[in-house]
């Protein structure tokens, strides 16, 4: 987080239904009382061995 409190991530973001997902740098604001903040794995897909 950084001072101002918002958290900077990536995020996969759909402009437009049947489009291609676009991955953008997102601003969201920290989690409030009784939420929570969850993260995601980075590796969405598993590696072909």
């Not at 239904?17 to 997102?26: A, D, Q, R």
């Not at 989690?31 to 598993?46: D, G, I, Q, Y």
């Amino acid at each position: 987080w950084s001072q101002t409190g918002v958290i900077k991530c990536k995020a996969a973001v759909a402009w437009e239904v049947g489009k291609p997902l676009s991955i953008e740098e997102v601003e969201v604001a920290p989690p409030k009382a009784h939420e929570l903040s969850k993260t995601r794995c980075k590796n969405v897909f598993p590696s072909s061995s």
